[in-house]
Each structure stands twice: as structure tokens, then as C-alpha cells.
């Protein structure tokens, strides 16, 4: 079950987030949260795109802040038409219960120029359930 949805549309490309405390996976000894997370780009311009790279803030409880950058997502660069979308599932590991994460993808507006477009991805919070009771 979700714990969180959240949206932004940067241009016309909806960044949907959904997150998910993975209990089974988590322990406190040593400190060890998994947290998965369900993104969904939809494309609602009218311009296809393409996803080149990510750039990921992972900040901890303690404010403790990991930079993740790299190539497109789950190994993938894909290429998003008018109207479609893209779907993925990927994890984070914590040492804290709660967590945020915020970023932004680089992509292109597929055409005779490619131009660059960055999309934000909507700030989220990753936080175990046992902590909002």
C-alpha cells in the first residue's frame, strides 16, 4: 500500500511519485530502511521526449545528503511520445527511518534541435509507517 503520492509537471511532463516502506527488507541492528518508490512520466505536451539522465538529493534523518546522478533510469533512456508514458519502480536504502528525496531528470524534446528540457521530480518523503503512530 502507498504511503505517499505526489505530482509536478514541468512543461507539459507530469512526474508522479509513490512511495512504499519495505518492512521485510528493514531492520534497526544494523540501521537498514528500504524504501521503493513507483515513478510515472506522463507526457502531456505535445513534443515527444526523451530521458537522458537523473539527478537524485537523498537526505537522511540526520540530514545526511547522498547525490545520485547517472544515465537515464533502471538502464533504460526511453522515449516518451505525446500522450504516453513511462513507468518504473527503483529503491532507496536509509539508515534512518525517514528520509526525502527530491531531483530533476534531463531530457530532450526529440527533434531537429534535441533541445534540452529538465524536469523536476516533486519532493517526497520516505518514512515508516511505525513512525506515524
Not at 533510469?73 to 528525496?101: A, D, H, N, R, W
Not at 530533476?104 to 506515524?132: C, H, Q, R, S, W
Request: negative net charge.
Amino acid at each position: 500500500m502507498p504511503q505517499i503520492e505526489n505530482s509536478k509537471i514541468t512543461e507539459g511532463i507530469k512526474i508522479s511519485v509513490e512511495t512504499f516502506f519495505n518492512e521485510d527488507e528493514s531492520y534497526a541492528t544494523p540501521p537498514r530502511y528500504l524504501f521503493s518508490y513507483h515513478i510515472k512520466i506522463s507526457n502531456e505536451s505535445d513534443q515527444t521526449v526523451q530521458l537522458l539522465r537523473r539527478h537524485w538529493e537523498i537526505t537522511d534523518a540526520y540530514a545526511h545528503v547522498k547525490i545520485v546522478e547517472g544515465e537515464g533510469v533502471i538502464g533504460e533512456q526511453p522515449i516518451i511520445l505525446p500522450g504516453k508514458s513511462f513507468e518504473y519502480v527503483s529503491f532507496c536504502i536509509l539508515k534512518t527511518p525517514m528520509g526525502k528525496m527530491v531531483g530533476y531528470y534531463e531530457m530532450i524534446k526529440v527533434g531537429k534541435k534535441n533541445e534540452p528540457l529538465k524536469t523536476d521530480i516533486p519532493e517526497f518523503y520516505l518514512v515508516a509507517p511505525f513512525l506515524m503512530n
